[in-house]
């Protein structure tokens, strides 16, 4: 259901909300257009009537059922001298736009020996600096991971090693575990029960707030592969048979909601939430990914993490990715875009070892993953990271054989993957980088004319909008015309 209410004299709107509330939109360029969007069902449309016009009017605003685009007639009034006009549109941190066909629409990164972001990383010879020298690329993302317990002590945000990844341009990426690092997957401390009972409330709530201080966005991957047995916060079945660290079934559900919920609380807006399983096989121990997802408006982005290194077993990136072809592999791609069809994905730890072949084999498996997979077959994908870290498997890292190298080198070179470009980034949650590059619509109308425009939606913006509703405003300028014309709309 939408009000409308028309106010021909404001030249420029700013509505400020929280994410549980309405939205954050400013009017930016010459032209503004904030998008309606359906409800749960059906088509959401408004008829705009702009009580004085300048030269051109909006004469109606459409979205469409999967709120990806809206399409915006605009007419030239037939005792006009014809009308230039320009149209863009922003909200909740983006900007609509028509969808540019070149530049970047997968974030590039890694996780890199296990190593945290501390200044030495970056450093001349240290692990970061010496594995962007290998793919010959900066990253987008840089990933590491922190435990809430570590030695018998809670672990602070870490913000010194948040503004380094800043600093370099890129995303930070935490794997943030609710465990003692270096106990095991059976942890009594820690069962997911604990978790939503509130025995951690003070820690995430402090943990929360200086997220929030810190101030810019982040993605955090919170309890990864939650569909397995070899962490404390899993609902997989051990090779026993019971549930790993006695955790039940629908926990993991309260568990992550319970944690969200602190950060909502405390305002820490700038969180970009990774859910991300691991990739589903056939033994019987998996619990069903359905029954793990904790629901669209606690998840930002989806994803799984997927290994090629069983050599009796070895999987191309298709059938890993899909399960095409194999029969002890379900196709996990799938299974996760029918549960948020609209969220972006994130290939959350990828690898492959080395087949004995002096790295041909590896090779072949890189190249198919970077230039005919993920660009060509998986467009759901917009983030890769990459597992550079022999932690379980001795050959994982790309510089295994210099022909795994050159092949992750060529492949990631590609245009197709953004590099470190987002030292300014402000938008929440983090789209991906093919919503990220604005443009202004410019339209040349006749006398009479009428003519339909499509905008495209970032996702993260139709989610948000669809959750939280709000107001929006639209607003149209001529070309030589000094007063434009907006009319709000709100969304319940």
């Known amino acids: 259901m939408s009000q409308l209410t028309n106010d021909a004299h404001r030249s420029d709107l700013s509505l400020q909300a929280n994410r549980r509330g309405s939205l954050s939109l400013a009017l930016v360029g010459l032209v503004v257009l904030g998008a309606l969007v359906a409800r749960a069902a059906g088509i959401g449309s408004a008829t705009v009537a ?46 609509f736009s028509k969808r540019s066909k070149a530049g970047a629409s997968i974030y590039f990164g890694a996780l890199v020996g296990g190593k945290a972001p501390a200044t ?21 993302l840089i990933q590491w991971g922190q435990p809430w317990k570590f030695a018998g002590r809670f672990q602070p945000f870490q913000r010194r090693f948040f503004d380094n990844v800043r600093a370099h341009g890129s995303i930070p990426v935490i794997n943030w575990g609710s465990w003692e690092l270096g106990r095991g997957a059976r942890q009594p401390a820690f069962e997911l029960r604990d978790l939503y009972e509130g025995s951690y409330d003070a820690y995430v709530t402090r943990w929360a707030k200086a997220a929030k201080a810190w101030g810019h966005p982040f993605m955090l991957r919170f309890d990864h592969e939650m569909n397995g047995w070899w962490y404390p916060w899993g609902e997989g079945k051990t090779q026993q048979g019971p549930t790993v660290n006695g955790n039940r079934p629908g926990d993991y559900v309260r ?46 982005w989806t994803g799984f993490s997927a290994f090629s290194y069983d050599r009796s077993q070895y999987a191309s990136p298709h059938q890993l990715l899909t399960g ?62 990459w597992f550079d870290w022999n932690s379980t498997w001795p050959d994982i890292e790309i510089d295994s054989s210099a022909a795994a190298q050159a092949a992750f080198a060529q492949g990631i070179g590609s245009a197709v993957y953004a590099s470190n470009r987002f030292r300014n980034l402000s938008s929440e949650p983090i789209a991906p980088p093919d919503s990220e590059t604005p443009m202004t619509t410019w339209l040349q109308l006749r006398p009479g004319m009428t003519k339909k425009v499509r ?38």
């Not at 090779?363 to 997979?373: G, H, N, P, S, V």
Request: glycine fraction near 8%; proline fraction near 6%.
């Open 50 to 95: 702009v009580k004085r016009p300048t030269q051109a009017r909006i004469e109606s605003v459409r979205v469409a059922a999967d709120s990806a685009s809206a399409a915006v007639q605009v007419r030239c009034p037939s005792a006009s001298s014809g009308c230039a006009v320009a149209l863009s549109g922003a909200a909740a941190g983006e900007t």
């Open 120 to 140: 030495s990383a970056f450093a001349k010879g240290g692990a970061y600096a010496r594995f962007e020298q290998q793919v010959q690329k900066r990253m987008a």
């Open 255 to 300: 568990a992550w909601r319970h944690v969200h919920d602190i950060f909502t609380r405390v305002g820490a807006t700038n969180v970009t939430w990774l859910w991300t399983p691991n990739i589903v096989g056939h033994n019987g121990r998996y619990p069903s990914l359905a029954s793990l997802y904790p629901g669209g408006s606690y998840v930002d």
């Open 324 to 385: 095409a072809g194999v029969d002890w592999l379900d196709n996990t791609y799938q299974l996760v875009s029918s549960l948020a069809p609209r969220k972006p994905m994130v290939l959350a730890e990828v690898g492959a070892t080395e087949l004995g072949d002096g790295g041909t084999g590896k090779a072949a498996w890189i190249r198919d993953l970077l230039t005919r997979q993920l660009p060509r077959n998986l467009p759901r994908i917009k983030a890769v990271l």
């Open 455 to 492: 905008l495209r939606i970032p996702p993260a913006v139709a989610e948000a909008l669809e959750r939280h509703g709000g107001t929006v405003a639209i607003t149209l300028v001529s070309a030589g015309s000094r007063q434009p014309s907006t009319s709000s709309v709100t969304v319940r």
